[in-house]
């Protein structure tokens, strides 16, 4: 069977994300990509998205701020989730760096 590529692009998704832009703040990330939209002046913690309403296979994206060696940023579970069969926190500490966690089951993320 002859495969087109709008059948592709059907299946796989339009590869577009969308875009949660966190300032200087704490906060909640959301499904698709989360980043920043100014320099943290502190460490900052950003919890996933609570487990209810999640979905297997969704991903967040999350671009690190800038300034992350000097004011990391951590990456915290909501409730009872895991992370790759963790409990501990992740923390960005280096400039502009990213991670892609996807949800797999019940109050379990990977990192891919």
Do not use: H
Not at 79 to 108: F, H, K, M, P
């Amino acid at each position: 069977r002859k495969v087109t590529m709008s059948r592709l692009k059907t299946y796989i998704g339009g590869g577009s994300y969308a875009v949660n832009a966190i300032g200087d703040a704490n906060a909640t990330l959301a499904v698709g990509l989360n980043a920043p939209s100014a320099a943290a002046t502190a460490g900052r913690t950003w919890t996933l998205p609570a487990s209810a309403g999640l979905s297997v296979g969704e991903t967040v994206l999350i671009k690190g701020y800038g300034n992350a060696a000097a004011q990391p940023l951590t990456i915290a579970q909501a409730g009872s989730q895991e992370i790759d069969g963790s409990t501990e926190n992740l923390v960005l500490e280096s400039n502009n760096a990213a991670i892609q966690l996807v949800y797999v089951a019940a109050d379990t993320w990977c990192i891919f």
